[in-house]
Structures are given as C-alpha cells and as structure tokens.
C-alpha cells in the first residue's frame, strides 16, 4: 500500500477534491522535463578545456582538417560552435566572430528547451493549492452556517481540503524549482563556455596570422 502523510495516498487525492487533479497533471509533466532534461545534458560528452586545448594545438601546428574533426569527435556546444568558426577560417573576424554566435545562441536555445515548462509548474502548483485552501475553507463556512458549531465534523472536510491542496502544490513546486534553477545554471554555464572559447579561437587565429 502507497502510504503518504501516514495515510493511503488516494484517500488523500480524493480529499483534496478537485484541484487535485490539475495539481496531478503539474507532478507528472514536471517529472517528465525534469528526466528529459537531465538525460539531455547528460548526453553532452567532453570537457570545454580539453576541447578548446586540443583545438588550439592542432591549429598552431597548422592542421586546421584535424581541428574540425576534434570538434567533430565530441557532441558538445563548445564543439559545434568552435567547428562553425574554424570552417570560416581565412574570412574576417567580424564574420567569424557573427557565425559562431549564431550558432552559440541556437545550441543555448536547444540547451534552454522545456525549461519554461518548468518555470511555469513551479509558479502555478502553489496558485492551484491556494485556490483548493480558499475553496476548501468557503465548504467548511457554508456547512458551518448550515449546522452551526454543533457538528464540527461538518467543516472538517472542507478544511482537509484546504490544507492538503495547499501542501500538495508545495510538494510540487519545491523539487520543480530547484530542477530549474539547477539546469538554468547549467545553461548560463554552457554559454559562457561558448563565449570564452570563441575568444581563444579568435585570438588563436590571430597568431597564427601573425605567425605567417
């Protein structure tokens, strides 16, 4: 038997009447985005040092192929932004510079998707379980001014449902938030990474045309 709050867990659903239900579809999509969104960074193989590295020696001993096929090699937003700045290589770096942010800001958007979704569970379960306490408290008023103070069971549905819609949109908006902020984090990481090893290839490009 699933116990929660010491209790079944549908009898606590079926109490928590019927903004529950909404509250229900908020704890599924935020379970489904948070593991989509975990098993898409985690497919992101290599370290941003160790790909801006090898690049840069590969291009300092002249082996611009072997360079692009480094970036190749790792799937990765350093990677694709680097590869799209070493296959302008020769052009300004006004054009250079404009192509790998191009692509920086489309590997961002890709990084940022479903994360909205996110931000939008954990601003409205709460809203949901503080729609459920205002309407579980106008129940426990109305069946007090039908029976009065001498049935105190009368309003006690009324109350459970205010106070187990307010805890369940908590429960949600807690683990949801924090994902978010875990992963936006992630983000802001990844683009300043794209920014920084734009700056070394740029910079790289420079001394090897100082160097001819």
Request: net charge negative; with cysteine; aromatic share 8%.
């Amino acid at each position: 038997m699933i116990v929660a709050l010491g209790g079944p867990l549908w009898e606590y659903f079926g109490q928590g009447g019927p903004l529950m239900w909404p509250l229900l579809g908020c704890s599924i999509a935020g379970v489904i985005f948070i593991v989509e969104r975990a098993i898409a960074y985690y497919r992101v193989k290599g370290d941003t040092a160790e790909i801006v590295s090898e690049v840069r020696e590969s291009l300092l001993q002249h082996e611009l192929r072997r360079s692009i096929e480094i970036c190749e090699s790792f799937d990765h937003p350093v990677a694709i932004t680097l590869k799209s700045g070493l296959l302008r290589f020769g052009k300004s770096h006004a054009e250079i510079e404009k192509a790998m942010e191009s692509v920086a800001l489309h590997e961002v958007s890709k990084l940022e998707k479903g994360l909205w979704i996110l931000a939008t569970i954990a601003n409205i379960a709460p809203l949901f379980g503080f729609t459920g306490t205002v309407t579980g408290m106008i129940g426990s008023f109305e069946a007090l001014a039908e029976v009065g103070l001498g049935n105190p069971e009368a309003v006690a549905g009324g109350i459970s449902e205010a106070l187990i819609t307010t805890a369940t949109g908590l429960l949600i908006a807690l683990p949801v938030q924090a994902a978010y902020n875990y992963f936006n984090n992630r983000v802001s990481q990844f683009a300043l990474d794209m920014e920084i090893s734009s700056s070394v290839l740029l910079e790289t490009f420079s001394e090897i045309e100082v160097g001819e």
